[in-house]
């Protein structure tokens, strides 16, 4: 099918930036364990969680809102004068600039706020004010970050898909030229100003990529026309809660981790368990922000044609998932030793359990998106509360009963409550429905991704390799008739 090819070739172009990413990702992750150990890697996380907190809390949502009120305009006036570049279609201009108003306001408000609470920050974070230079420093990451989100937002809204990869490439290139001489001389000194730097190249190079399709232009600070984003603002407010709750509920849990007794080099341990877990998954889900959720945003109100595309992106997902995670299971002590050191083996328990809720959040990330499609707002906010209220007390608990063990089970078991729920409401409130192919496929698939998973805790080689292999080739019969309909085509 033309739609399932297309999915494909999204997902394939994104996803070759997000194996660049990972491949770089290896070298800077080596370098950051040999150099700055455990504990750099856990002020690395609270660096970062600190930035996207106080960036969610305020940039309004307008990374989420821009791209479906944008995305509209562009798509009508498209459809009118096709093959016209977007610079020359007056309501995309007109909108592109009252965008990027609004980001340069609620970047200055980030920073300023990181600026003048940086104190208190360093306290509630960090324990002390030894840190309050450091959060200072970071109010102008927390800027570049609300400006990159803007500028992505439009190549999201505009379609551009390569020129949003080419940007997301050459920004992991220049995070390891930075990141790795700053570790290597200055160890945990060179924290911060890998941070600054690298938040302020991505930026650059998003905004590099979306000038030459929309000219940078401010619009008015008159209150008349500012008035005109309120829309955007209102939409956006309930993102902003989802955001600090989401950041938030991450901050609960580094604060649990930080009181046990190796304090931030648990932390460490945890958000590499967590990286190896979620971030190098990512590679499945590079194409959802990009091009399905505006393909979405177009035939929300279709109820036949919604359900079509998320149970299409669903079978996508999922296919692609589970061999993945069956193949990284059976590596996973490889490369743990590749990307960090002997001292993180201790997380292999804890991602062999978290690894489940990868392959449940391909599941129920495309019917995610319905409410942000249609600019609800409030469902949205909603279910993301219920989210974070149990990712951070199954993950607390966990932790709390079996260590970081737990924490990775506490993990997937929120990820799956999380899938039933949103398939619960969203089946009410806006019909969707899952078709009986699909809810086979996910039940087979997932059956035998717990059996790889099981399989890779084995402690013998010569039992898990064989074994492992097997449940390969049981995927084999289940992946396929996805894959045949794109060569089909």
Not at 18 to 44: D, E, M, P, Y
Request: glycine share 8%; proline share 4%.
């Amino acid at each position: 099918m033309t739609h399932y090819r297309q999915l494909f070739k999204s997902t394939g172009l994104l996803g070759s930036v997000q194996v660049l990413s990972v491949l770089t990702g290896v070298v800077r992750n080596k370098v950051a364990a040999l150099f700055i150990g455990t504990a750099g890697i856990g002020w690395v996380d609270l660096f970062s969680r600190t930035i996207d907190l106080v960036c969610n809390a305020t940039n309004f949502g307008l990374s989420l809102s821009a791209v479906r009120r944008l995305s509209e305009v562009y798509n009508a006036e498209i459809e009118a004068q096709p093959g016209v570049s977007p610079a020359s279609l007056p309501q995309t201009v007109a909108q592109a600039r009252l965008i990027r108003t609004w980001v340069l306001l609620t970047a200055l408000l980030g920073t300023l706020i990181c600026l003048s609470f940086a104190p208190l920050i360093s306290r509630t974070v960090a324990g002390s004010s030894a840190y309050t230079a450091s959060f200072m420093q970071l109010s102008f990451a927390v800027g570049f970050a609300t400006f990159t989100g803007g500028e992505i937002a439009l190549l999201r809204a505009l379609r551009r898909l390569k020129s949003l990869a080419q940007a997301s490439a050459l920004g992991t290139l220049g995070a390891l030229v930075v990141s790795v001489p700053c570790y290597v001389l200055f160890g945990l000194r060179g924290i911060v100003p890998v941070l600054l730097v690298t938040s302020a190249l991505l930026f650059a190079l998003n905004l590099r990529a979306s000038v030459r399709l929309l000219p940078y232009r401010l619009g008015s600070f008159r209150p008349g026309y500012l008035r005109l984003g309120l829309p955007l603002i209102k939409l956006g407010t309930a993102y902003i809660l989802a955001g600090v709750m989401t950041s938030g509920a991450e901050m609960l849990i580094r604060a649990a981790l930080m009181d046990s007794p190796r304090g931030v080099a648990e932390i460490g341990l945890y958000a590499a368990g967590y990286t190896l877990t979620v971030s190098y998954a990512r590679i499945i889900f590079s194409a959802m922000d990009a091009d399905f959720f505006p393909r979405l945003s177009v035939v929300v109100n279709n109820r036949r044609a919604m359900n079509l595309a998320i149970n299409r992106q669903i079978n996508v997902l999922a296919v692609l998932m589970s061999p993945f995670l069956v193949l990284f299971g059976l590596a996973l002590p490889l490369i743990t030793r590749i990307l960090y050191t002997a001292d993180f083996l201790p997380i292999l328990p804890m991602v062999l359990c978290a690894a489940p809720c990868m392959f449940f959040k391909a599941i129920y990330t495309p019917i995610a998106y319905i409410p942000l499609a249609r600019g609800d707002s409030f469902t949205y906010m909603v279910l993301e509360l219920a989210y974070d209220v149990l990712f951070c007390a199954l993950v607390i608990l966990g932790y709390s009963r079996y260590g970081l063990v737990g924490a990775g089970l506490g993990l997937s078991l929120a990820h799956l409550l999380d899938f039933f729920l949103i398939y619960v409401v969203f089946s009410r409130r806006y019909g969707y429905r899952m078709n009986r192919a699909t809810l086979q496929r996910a039940l087979l698939l997932l059956g035998l991704l717990l059996s790889g998973l099981g399989v890779s805790a084995l402690p013998t080689l010569w039992l898990k390799v064989p074994l492992g292999l097997l449940v390969l080739g049981l995927l084999v019969p289940v992946v396929w008739p996805v894959l045949r309909q794109i060569r089909k085509r």
